[in-house]
């Protein structure tokens, strides 16, 4: 009888030690998951404003939005152009352009928005960067790389021979549609030369 109790005894030691080991690891992972759930109080996604707007400045760009509650809350914007061509609304974090912008000069601005308490300049929040992207006009015409381009072909060649081949590029942005697609076009001598639309 003493052999079965010992026997039971020893069944029992690992199942409670089990037990405990998964408490533990629960409790561990609850802490782990309290501990990653971070509040971010910054809600606003990427701010975006047109080039070459011809509307009286300054030009609204977007508002930059913390859920923090407090009256005496003031919003500010650090980093490229920040308090130059760019301000912000100290109180309703209102952004806004005091330039009219040029994508093909700069096409997007990285800057940092804080919110402080205005009566000690405490932090009431972690700043945040975020992107003012500048969108494109088609405003460009396309530019031959070369003044000259040289080209030359032997007598008699039957007609298809290529003569030579010419570039021109768009300064607008690629990736919206037609705004830097460049066909060509043979003003003069249509009657020997054709060129297609690689050039």
Known sequence: MSHLILL??????????????????????????SHKRQ???WIWNQLHIQE?????LPHHVGKITSSVRN??????????????I??????SGDVYAFERL???KKAEYELTALIIDRTNNRSLERPSRFIIKVYDINDNAPVFVHKVFNGS?????????????VTAVDADDPTVSGHATVTYEVTT????FTIDDSG
């Open 52 to 56: 070459e707007l011809d509307t009286p």
């Open 39 to 41: 509040k971010r109080d």
């Open 102 to 104: 040029d994508r093909e």
């Open 71 to 84: 009256k005496n809350a003031k919003y500010i914007i650090e980093g490229e152009f920040a308090n130059t």
């Open 8 to 33: 039971f005894s020893l069944f029992l030691a690992p199942a409670f030690a089990d037990g405990r080991s998964q408490k533990s690891t629960q409790n561990l992972c609850s802490n782990d998951v």
């Open 189 to 192: 001598g249509g009657e020997y």
């Open 153 to 165: 072909v032997p007598e008699m060649s039957p007609v298809g021979t290529s003569v030579t081949k």
């Open 86 to 91: 760019f301000k912000v609304e100290e109180t």
